[in-house]
């Protein structure tokens, strides 16, 4: 199985920054890719898919660079219930049926 | 709507102790995921099945490790005999055939194993 990697962090901005976090990806063959958000001692949960035109829902942006095998997700005025660990995801296969995760990247942020 | 329900929360044991983990995934999802956090490892994969067959167990450590699913509503996850090492939160996710385009897999609120 192939590997997701991702800035280590944690990230500790102040409310309105803007923070944009990094994930690489060494499967070629995966096709779909993911951010996931998990609060602290929860499980976690989709925040956005991302696809190879960019996407953007709100204050979040999320974008692809196949050539590169590169993801990432842009997160503008933050807000203090923003501070979460934000799982990168890829299709473990073609049929992107299983997901593999990133480690995660801690985002803190503060008033 | 009922999510995916686990039990036990939280499980102390000791060491070289049977440990069973057990799932109910969300009704109508036709595949389930049974994933390992960690601090040091992350979100591991180590099993999935797909209309109650196991599709990809590479992800299991060992032979301590094993895991079922008799029907479409429930799955258990056995670590025999468990070690210090086992020590993690087990999540299990469901997701449908839909669902998998969406990238949406619907988590459990994980099991927490000690093993002393």
């Known amino acids: 199985r192939k590997e997701v990697e991702q800035d280590p962090g944690p990230f500790n901005v102040p409310e309105g920054a803007t923070v944009a976090f990094n994930c690489t990806y060494s499967n070629s063959a995966s096709q779909s890719f993911f951010w996931y958000r998990q609060d602290c001692r929860k499980e976690p949960k989709l925040l956005m898919s991302?696809?190879?035109s960019g996407n953007e829902d709100g204050r979040f942006t999320a974008q692809l660079n196949r050539a590169s095998q590169y993801i990432s997700l842009l997160i503008r005025d933050s807000k203090l219930s923003d501070s979460a660990t934000y799982l990168c995801a890829a299709a473990a296969n073609q049929a992107g049926t299983a997901l593999i995760f990133g480690k995660g990247t801690t985002l803190s942020v503060s008033s | 709507d009922a999510g995916v329900i686990q039990s036990p929360r939280h499980e102390v044991t000791e060491m070289g102790q049977e440990v069973t983990l057990r799932c109910k995934p969300i009704?109508?999802?036709?595949?389930l995921f049974w994933y390992r956090q960690t601090m040091m490892r992350g979100l591991e994969l180590l099993i999935y099945f797909n209309n109650n067959v196991p599709i990809d167990d590479s992800g299991m450590p060992e032979d301590r490790f094993s895991a079922k699913m008799p029907n479409a509503s429930f799955s258990t996850l056995k670590i025999q005999p468990s070690e210090p090492r086992d020590s993690a939160v087990y999540f299990c996710?469901?997701?449908?055939?839909?669902?998998?385009?969406?990238?949406?897999?619907?988590f459990g609120e994980g099991s927490r194993l000690t093993v002393l």
């Open positions: 996710a469901s997701s449908s055939l839909r669902d998998r385009f969406t990238g949406e897999l619907f």
């Open positions: 991302v696809y190879s």
């Open positions: 009704s109508g999802h036709d595949y």
